[in-house]
């Protein structure tokens, strides 16, 4: 995700926030003005945001005080101006208690804010970093504005202030949030990093003119669709002011692609990953741990293969692990010199294309510009955005969120950086659930009526889908882990250390949720076909949209002779004779057919490797328990679940990502 989240209590507020973050994540000297620092750091001063501020007397835009962050976010959720306030009522002759009531707003809390930290894809902040200044201009403000939007969206559609017995009301504010936003630069690794921390205040106003405080759960459960909105917004806008187009790019084999610049090189983002492979390297050394970490006994104490969950939580012990100290902070005019100067001699990629980035994305986006057309398909786009999050959630369980987020994330795959239509995310999220989805709500509580909480699932069966690989039951701690969790284990040859071989892992959600989508498409092409027959869509453009590049059509070299069949190619590939003659339908069902003997051909692919996984898993614990009956009597000791309780190591904080700390 490009947005993280994090609590703001009061005490952290003096010892991290006023101290390194109000200064661009750099160490303040002691005794220094705000401004004054924040000057010598060369970062901007904050500034005041949200509809919030009218009922403070404040306005949009404001430079942000240290007494007011103080009093805000340091004081239990006091008035920004309580010290003005208190001064005024005590020289008109009123109480200390009565002028200390008066700057309060409401009771006073502990988790006085949340930290939320926007930045955009790496390949929009390495044009920001080594483009001219027209780049670096227009890229700050779709940032800006992005944050602006998401901001907005928060205080229509997330925020809700809970009052009442046990909070069983609930009521958005109406008047909105209060906001402050500092930017920083440049990630802890020193290399380019355009981001903005936005603290945002737990305290609103009611109806009645008390005030409340913002159900924080809210905000958490809700960050993955701030940050689809966030990235889908910044890279419209960047896309639309430069000239430019997004594509999408598979960072690690298995996850979901991400959506980058068309033309931004590849090395030029590993240049600034620094910290991922630190990360990496760490992560390697941990899962080997993982693998090989036995009892008292002797026994293995987990599964012999990482899960996803145990990766994600192995990720952000390796973020804390290799997360370096702050380093000294510099202007950014410095900055940009120095980011240039170190790409041209240490990254890898040409200097002429270093200094001429933006023709470059420009060239590129020409290119997928008259290839690839944005047409969206909202019957076509529900099935993609419900099958993918009905295998992506646990138990195919899910919440309108979840819809929400997958429904923006497609509309940024197919639009490839072009603007889309106000509610068309929110269109797309209501046909599938009208469609696609059953409400399997029980709500017990209050909270379970609203619509933001009901509980949904698939109406239709993926009886068909291929089952997960299981690893064997009982491992053999005396042999290596196999890459496939379905072969035998291949004897480990001495002196080998961490990360010499292949940890073998559980196949990623995100690999068996595009064969979800592949599966209910075809059952809707083969169930709903005289239905959906006399519907006019655009549907070759919308499956243009969404391939990658190398899956398009090439342009045809001689106009005479395009009819000719193309020559065989890999088994994978798109038939392209098919394609032509489909650009004259016009009807979805129809497109749908288009790579139907490609998708049943991986469906059966991914059918016999199941198959074949849990036959050779069988044979091996078969040839394991014969072997354990002939030396132990026919003691079998089980492999303890994989759930995480008996290996806890200290967790870092929620922020974790492409650079941890920020």
């Not at 195919?396 to 995310?425: I, N, P």
């Not at 059509?553 to 000719?564: C, G, K, S, V």
């Amino acid at each position: 995700m490009t947005v993280d989240i994090r609590v703001i209590r009061a005490g952290q507020m003096y010892r991290y926030y006023l101290r390194e973050t109000v200064v661009g994540d750099g160490r303040r000297p002691v005794r220094t003005p705000l401004r004054d620092a924040q000057e010598q750091a060369g970062v901007p001063a904050g500034r005041w945001m949200g509809r919030g501020l009218a009922a403070l007397g404040l306005a949009p835009g404001e430079e942000v005080t240290e007494a007011q962050l103080r009093n805000l976010f340091g004081e239990r959720g006091r008035h920004p101006d309580a010290d003005r306030i208190e001064a005024d009522l005590l020289a008109a002759g009123a109480s200390p208690k009565q002028a200390f009531k008066a700057g309060a707003l409401g009771r006073q809390v502990t988790v006085t804010g949340v930290d939320f930290v926007f930045r955009p894809q790496p390949s929009i902040y390495l044009l920001w970093a080594l483009g001219d200044e027209e780049a670096r201009l227009a890229i700050e403000a779709a940032h800006e504005r992005a944050i602006v939007r998401v901001l907005e969206w928060i205080e229509d559609e997330v925020a809700v202030i809970r009052y009442g017995k046990d909070g069983i009301y609930r009521v958005r504010p109406p008047g909105g949030l209060v906001a402050a936003r500092f930017r920083h630069h440049e990630a802890r690794s020193g290399r380019p990093l355009l981001h903005d921390h936005l603290l945002l205040s737990v305290k609103g106003q009611r109806l009645d003119g008390k005030w409340g405080s913002i159900h924080s759960l809210a905000l958490y459960e809700n960050t993955v669709a701030a940050s689809a909105l966030y990235n889908e917004l910044v890279a419209a806008e960047v896309c639309e002011e430069l000239g430019l187009a997004t594509e999408p790019r598979t960072v690690t084999p298995g996850r979901r692609p991400v959506m980058e610049i068309a033309g931004v090189p590849h090395e030029l983002i590993r240049w600034t990953s620094r910290r991922s492979d630190q990360i990496a390297a760490c992560l390697a050394d941990l899962e080997h741990e993982y693998v090989t970490a036995v009892d008292d006994d002797g026994e293995l104490k987990f599964l012999p293969v990482v899960s996803e969950r145990a990766r994600v939580k192995m990720e952000r012990i390796a973020a804390r692990k290799t997360r370096p100290p702050k380093r000294k902070t510099q202007p950014l005019a410095q900055l940009r010199v120095w980011w240039k100067s170190s790409a041209i001699l240490t990254s890898g990629v040409a200097a002429d294309v270093i200094t001429s980035l933006l023709d470059h994305a420009r060239a590129a986006a020409a290119a997928i510009r008259a290839r690839v057309a944005a047409v969206v398909d909202v019957a076509l786009a529900a099935v993609d955005v419900a099958a993918t999050v009905f295998v992506m959630n646990d138990g195919g369980r899910f919440h309108r969120r979840h819809l929400l987020a997958e429904a923006r994330r497609h509309l940024a795959l197919v639009l490839r950086g072009r603007r889309r239509e106000a509610g068309l995310d929110e269109e797309i999220v209501a046909a599938a659930i009208a469609t696609h989805c059953l409400d399997i709500s029980e709500p017990t509580t209050t909270i379970g009526l609203l619509k933001d909480y009901r509980l949904y699932t698939a109406r239709w069966s993926l009886s068909d889908l291929p089952a997960r690989p299981r690893p064997p039951a009982v491992p053999d701690p005396d042999r290596q882990p196999s890459a496939d969790p379905g072969e035998p284990a291949d004897v480990r040859a001495p002196g080998q250390d961490a990360g010499e071989w292949e940890i073998p892992r559980v196949p990623l959600q995100y690999e068996r949720a595009v064969l979800a989508g592949v599966v209910v498409r075809e059952k809707l092409r083969t169930t709903t076909a005289t239905v959906a027959r006399g519907r006019a869509y655009d549907v070759v453009a919308h499956q243009q949209a969404a391939m990658p590049e190398q899956l398009l059509p090439p342009a045809a070299a001689d106009p005479e002779h395009d009819d000719q069949a193309p020559e065989a190619g890999p088994g994978e590939a798109i038939d392209m004779t098919a394609l032509r003659a489909l650009r004259e339908s016009r009807t979805d069902v129809e497109a749908l057919d288009l790579t139907a003997d490609r998708l049943r051909r991986l469906q059966e692919v991914a059918t016999k490797m199941a198959d074949g996984s849990r036959v050779r898993a069988d044979r091996v614990r078969a040839d394991r328990t014969i072997g354990q009956d002939d030396n132990t009597g026919g003691a079998v000791r089980p492999v303890r679940p994989d759930d995480q309780q008996a290996h806890r190591p200290q967790e870092p904080g929620p922020h974790h990502g492409r650079e941890a700390g920020h």
